[in-house]
């Protein structure tokens, strides 16, 4: 009920009905704390934040989306270098982040640093080649000999962020492992 309210932008009848149970659960704050961010108080969403006894990757990567969502880049940025753990969402969050101002070199500079790679974040770093036109950079990234990336959106973001050369989207196309209508209508 806590994200319903939060989505339909009613945060008082959310914040009631958090404050209003029992205990503090973890799913309830993170509704909360997304339902601030998605509705524009990111200071809220801070105070709950720092209020969580324990802060695991969910709950940090909860704050370093809301603070990129809404504008507070560098929080965001702190957020992730603060984290003690780190998962596919916090590195594809931190990618998505700077290709959104695009900044395409720290992109390239975090995915160097992860300690796995991760299908997640290198799909992310394409993306964020392809939204701001890099399309060389793009291209060098998909042909790496072992690159990997999640193909079904691969296909999806370069028909949605890419101009007419659909190179790469027919590329990842052929890479699936098993094509079906979906797929081949995103082309």
């Known amino acids: 009920m806590i994200t319903a309210y939060a989505q339909g932008g009613h945060m008082e009848q959310a914040k009631s009905l958090f404050e209003e149970a029992p ?76 290709a959104s101002i695009n900044h395409l070199e720290n992109p390239q500079f975090i995915v160097d640093r992860m300690p796995h790679e991760s299908k997640m974040a290198c799909t992310a770093l394409l993306a964020a080649y392809l939204w701001n036109v890099h399309l060389q950079e793009a291209m060098s990234l998909f042909r790496a000999p072992n690159s990997s990336f999640q193909e079904e959106s691969l296909v999806s973001e370069t028909r949605h962020h890419c101009h007419p050369d659909d190179r790469i989207a027919l590329l990842a196309l052929e890479r699936m492992p098993e094509q079906d209508l979906v797929s081949h209508t995103q082309c």
């Open 23 to 98: 205990d503090l659960n973890e799913v309830a704050c993170m509704a909360m704390i997304d339902g601030y961010a998605s509705n524009g108080c990111v200071e809220e969403a801070k105070d709950l934040f720092e209020r969580l006894p324990n802060k695991d990757v969910v709950a940090w990567n909860s704050m370093m989306c809301a603070y990129a969502s809404n504008g507070h880049l560098d929080e965001a940025l702190d957020s992730f270098q603060e984290m003690a753990h780190r998962n596919e969402i916090s590195w594809a969050t931190m990618i998505h982040m700077l």
